[in-house]
């Protein structure tokens, strides 16, 4: 047996035991150690009740890293330190042969339809598993996963942009996990001009002290209109979204990446009149997610200490607080 933190209803995490995962025969597995865990935003969402996909009974966590102790695959070995792409993708269909595997047609996903990584152990396809650089921890690697979320929507958004990111004045709506590693993979692409709009103030001033960005209160301090070549909304909710198209620039871009409210109305006639492109992302194919692991093995998104790590027992505490705002860390890892 092993300890788990279970999704039990909206608003309730438990610690329970749950059976020792089995590698099956011929199934090239490989089981994990969790050495560290991270709270997404979508785990918040089922934490909620808000997502018919998490259903109770569910152990969460989809941002992972830790130690191999089971491998049934050539390429790994006890001891390996390793994360892993929790999207599991089949492989054949157009998209996997497309190298767009993240559009796979028939994907699984940890966390959702797979068991999670709040445990202190989790199995998982050998194909989905990347080994650790040498120097990275532990826990930074647990944020491979949305930072690649990141990389993969500011790849799309350059292909778009007229001109480099660079050169690019930049919007970023929201300041979590994927707003602050927005910042800071722009600017490790060369982006100096980006403001952040986050209205919790803990929030605000702990990334612009770990940036460098502009903050700004948009409750206080509404953005400039038509303004910005790049806006990315890193919350996604109706008031957001509204932001966004008011303060992008005529042949600007729009990256929608975040997904508070599923459903919202924006200015469609903007978006004609002023060739707006707007763009959707979802996660990342396997190569986002090798680029971004060494991105972060050789300290290109900085030295990562706004992360915040809570030991697994303290799960039910960890959600109570994000979701209250009592915290000033973009990001808690779980430690099993």
Not at 1 to 27: F, H, I, N
Not at 61 to 81: C, I, M, N, T, Y
Not at 100 to 125: Q, T, Y
């Amino acid at each position: 047996m092993m300890k788990a933190l279970v999704y039990t209803q909206p608003y309730r995490v438990s610690v329970e035991e749950r059976p020792y995962p089995q590698l099956e025969d011929g199934s090239e597995l490989v089981l994990i150690r969790i050495g560290a865990a991270g709270i997404c935003g979508s785990d918040m969402h089922a934490f909620h009740g808000s997502d018919p996909r998490r259903q109770p009974g569910l152990v969460l966590g989809h941002e992972l890293a830790g130690e191999v102790v089971e491998s049934q695959s050539p390429r790994f070995r006890v001891g390996d330190r390793v994360t892993a792409n929790p999207l599991i993708v089949c492989g054949q269909c157009e998209f996997c042969r497309q190298g767009r595997d993240n559009l796979c047609s028939d994907r699984h996903m940890v966390g959702m339809d797979w068991a999670g990584a709040f445990a202190e152990f989790m199995k998982i396809p050998a194909r989905s598993v990347v080994k650790l650089p040498d120097g990275l921890s532990v826990q930074h690697a647990a944020l491979t996963e949305p930072a690649a979320t990141v990389v993969h929507a500011l790849k799309l958004t350059q292909r778009a942009l007229p001109l480099p990111l660079a050169e690019t004045r930049a919007l970023v709506i929201g300041g979590g996990a994927i707003g602050l590693l927005t910042v800071l993979v722009l600017r490790a692409w060369g982006c100096r001009d980006i403001t952040l709009a986050e209205t919790n103030g803990l929030r605000r001033e702990a990334a612009v002290r770990h940036t460098g960005c502009v903050g700004i209160n948009p409750l206080e301090t509404p953005v400039e209109e038509a303004q910005m070549q790049l806006v990315v909304d890193a919350v996604g909710a109706a008031p957001t979204r509204q932001m966004a198209l008011q303060a992008v620039k005529p042949g600007g871009v729009v990256m929608h990446i975040g997904l508070q409210a599923w459903a919202s109305e924006i200015d469609m006639r903007k978006l004609t009149l002023a060739e707006i492109t707007l763009l959707g992302t979802y996660t990342y194919t396997m190569d986002d997610f090798c680029v971004t692991l060494k991105m972060l093995g050789e300290g290109a998104l900085g030295p990562l200490d706004w992360v915040e790590t809570r030991p697994l027992t303290e799960g039910q505490q960890a959600f109570d607080d994000l979701e209250s705002q009592r915290v000033s860390a973009a990001k808690i890892l779980l430690i099993p």
